[in-house]
Structures are given as structure tokens and as C-alpha cells.
């Protein structure tokens, strides 16, 4: 099912510019649809939630129309999700409040693939209550995290794991669910950050494994805001920090102050947005979504091989994350939602100065080989380094990579 390019790029303002992006890891650009309901909530009576004025109810409203869109999203339910300012916020709140139940002997399970917003949340909040932190490393030849990695450093006293669903420098893709499997095995929870790949795939998070999750509507054509989801019935378990008259409720108590209105409503619109991107595409909102995602990855693969093809032709660039295949998704997970014009033909790339650049292009799974038609089904993506430094190879490159996997981007979460 083909994207109409033409008519989503004709939708978002910024793309009016011309330029071509290659930074959509730290975030996307805004659909006119997401800009007018911001601007709608904001002109309309607004109040502290309830149900007695007209601003009241339309802030009760928006939250409620917020945390449907993306529960649908995530294949979450609407209790299950709680807003926050970004999801490192609500990384920093979780950890916190799980670690009331650690000490010392207990363990947590980080990776060097994370972003390290996924990391030092963890790491600070075992230190803080006398918890030992334990490394899960990836192959840096392929890029991939398998869940052996993760067995490696399990034990009877790991209380979590933090992994990522996809790595927003190189990204390579874990199988979360082998590794739920093994994390629930331990009697530890599994903790996801999808902050990557929520943009580039229809979540689920039963599914996946996950006991708890994170992601960023920004990531995925929606404003400045983070969002957890988890069951209910494990959020109704915690017992967060907060003030006094805060709500009890879940997923209320979660959620510190005021929520900014405005974003949600923002949020929602993008959800929806997603919704209509698949031509012809009915059912349900998640229905499609679902439809959306896969016609997103059928045009980022394409996007994808020319874009391969066309730097192949180039000298001095090293490709990481060829990875084997994990499971044969053919999901494409990349800086953002793919509405980019096609490139120029592969036999023709624009030739580069000598010297050192970065171009990320996301994370790829279940990409092709280098000879056409041939799917290899494994977690495939390219951190494209010109020039020399300690990333083109070596022992070096690959202790540089498990390095820049944690510190990337570190100011866009």
C-alpha cells in the first residue's frame, strides 16, 4: 500500500524550506493538523480537570482524547498511560520509585546500546540504595544486542532490565520478547525505551515483553512531551512520590502538576494523523495504524536501498550494524517517520571532500544485501563515518561505538 508522499509532505509547513533532513533522531518536523489542535486548545475555556465549567470538561476531555490515541498507539490501554515532561523525566520517576524496593545485593541490567537516558536513571538509582549495576554489551561487529548478551549478566538477584527497542545511533533492533522472556524468567521487570522506534512501528506492548514503557510524541510528528505506558494493575502496585492533594488514581498519581493541555491535544492529533496514512486503510484507529506503519516501512526500505546503493559508490565511509537477522520483520526503524522525496540515482552521488562527517541514517531491520531483491531479515543500519578517527575500524572503532551508543544525542530526549 503506497504513501501519496506528495500530499503528507504538502501537510507539514517546515518542509516547505527544501532542505533534506538527515536529523530526524532528534526529532521531527510538525503536521499543520498537530499546529491547529494546539492552537484550538489554547483559544478555548481551560481549567483545572472536571466536570462542572465548560473549561473544566475540555480539559478532562483532552486528557481522556489524549490517552485513547496513544494507548491505541502503543496497544496499551488509556489507564495504562501517563504523560510526563519527556521521556527521560519519566525514566528519572520510575527509576526512583522502584528502587524503594532494591538494596544492596539486589542488581539492574543496563546496555551499552542504550541511549543514556536509559542508563543513568538506572545506574543513579541503584547507587542510591546500595544496588550493583550490571552491563550487557553488543557485538560491535554487527550491531546487534542478542538476548544471550543479556542472559550473560542475569542472575536470581536482578530486579530489571533497561534495554532499548531500537538503537537511535546505529539501529540495531533486540529481540525484546526473547529477552522479556529471560528478564520475567529471572523474576526481574523489563523496561523499554522506544523512544527510536515508536516512529517507526505499530508498538505492542504485551508483545514485546514490556512491563513498562517510554516514548516521545516529537519522535513521531507530535509536540515536546514524554509518555509511559504500562499495565494498570502494575502501575496501581507503585507508589510514586507526590503532593498531598494529587490524585491517588491511575495513571493520575504519576503525573506531577498541571499537564500542559495543549501538548496532549497535539499528541492526539499526531496519533490520528499516523492513522491516515495508509491510502484506503479502514477499521479501528489501531487498525489503521497498523496499515500506516506498514506502508511507512515498505517507502523507508526503499528510501533505504538508494540511499545504500548511491554511498556505496563513495570512498572512506564505514558501514556499521550489518547485522544477521533476529527475526524477519520487515519493519524499518529510522530517525523518523520516512516522507522524504526520492534521492538522486544511485550511479550519481554527489561527491564529498576529504575529511570527517557524520551522516545517521537510523536504524534499519529485516534490510536487504547488497545484491537487489535478497532479504537478509537482519537488523541492518549505518552509522556513516568519512575521514579518519577511531570509529573506521579496529578495536578502537568498535570500543568507540559501544561508547557512542550510550552518549548520543544525549541533549534530545
Not at 80 to 100: E, I, M
Not at 269 to 287: H, I, K
Not at 307 to 331: F, K, N, Q
Request: aromatic content about 4%.
Amino acid at each position: 500500500m503506497a504513501l501519496d508522499v506528495d500530499a503528507i509532505r504538502a501537510r507539514i509547513p517546515a518542509l516547505k524550506s527544501g532542505s533534506a533532513r538527515f536529523d530526524a533522531p532528534g526529532g521531527t518536523q510538525t503536521p499543520q493538523p498537530v499546529i491547529d489542535a494546539i492552537a484550538e486548545t489554547l483559544s478555548r475555556p481551560l481549567a483545572n480537570r472536571g466536570r462542572t465549567t465548560e473549561g473544566e470538561r475540555d480539559a478532562d476531555d483532552t486528557v481522556a482524547d489524549a490517552r485513547a490515541a496513544l494507548a491505541d498507539l502503543l496497544g496499551a490501554e488509556p489507564r495504562g498511560v501517563v504523560f510526563g515532561r519527556s521521556a527521560t523525566q519519566l525514566a528519572y520517576d520510575l527509576s526512583r520509585t522502584l528502587a524503594k524496593g532494591w538494596g544492596p545485593g539486589d542488581e539492574v541490567v543496563v546496555t551499552r546500546l542504550d541511549h543514556d537516558s536509559n542508563i543513568r536513571p538506572w545506574v543513579q538509582a541503584a547507587e542510591a540504595v546500595g544496588a550493583s549495576v550490571r552491563w550487557a554489551d553488543f557485538d560491535p561487529a554487527t550491531g546487534e544486542l542478542r538476548p544471550e548478551h543479556v542472559a550473560a549478566v542475569l542472575s536470581a538477584r536482578t530486579r530489571l532490565v533497561a534495554v532499548t527497542a531500537a538503537s537511535n545511533l546505529i539501529g540495531a533492533r533486540p529481540d525484546l520478547p526473547a529477552i522479556a522472556a529471560l528478564a520475567h524468567e529471572a523474576g526481574a521487570l523489563l523496561h523499554v525505551d522506544a523512544v527510536h522506534y515508536a516512529s517507526h512501528a505499530a508498538v505492542d506492548l504485551a508483545a514485546l515483553g514490556a512491563d513498562t514503557l517510554v516514548c516521545s510524541p516529537y519522535k513521531f510528528l507530535g509536540p515536546h512531551l514524554g509518555v509511559l505506558a504500562a499495565r494498570p494493575e502494575f502501575l496501581a502496585t507503585l507508589r510514586p512520590d507526590k503532593l498531598l492533594p494529587s490524585s491517588d488514581a491511575v495513571p493520575e498519581r504519576f503525573e506531577l502538576g498541571t499537564l500542559p493541555y495543549e501538548l496532549l491535544a497535539g499528541a492526539r492529533a499526531a496519533v490520528d494523523f499516523l492513522a491516515e496514512l495508509a491510502p484506503g486503510a479502514g477499521g479501528t484507529r489501531r487498525e489503521r495504524l497498523v496499515a500506516s506503519f506498514a506502508a511507512l516501512a515498505e517507502h523507508e526500505d526503499a528510501l533505504r536501498e538508494r540511499i545504500e546503493l548511491g554511498l556505496a559508490e563513495i570512498g572512506g565511509i564505514t558501514v556499521y550494524s550489518r547485522g544477521r537477522a533476529a527475526h524477519p520483520d520487515p519493519a524499518v526503524h529510522g530517525g523518523g517517520p520516512a516522507v522524504g522525496r526520492g534521492l538522486p540515482a544511485p550511479g550519481r552521488p554527489r561527491r564529498r571532500r576529504p575529511g570527517r562527517y557524520v551522516l545517521r541514517a537510523g536504524g534499519l531491520a529485516a534490510a536487504r544485501s547488497g545484491r537487489r531483491g535478497r532479504r537478509t531479515g537482519g537488523a541492518r543500519a549505518v552509522q556513516l563515518r568519512g575521514g579518519r578517527g577511531p570509529a573506521a575500524g579496529g578495536a578502537g572503532g568498535a570500543g568507540a561505538l559501544n561508547r557512542a551508543c550510550s552518549t548520543a544525542d544525549a541533549s534530545m530526549r
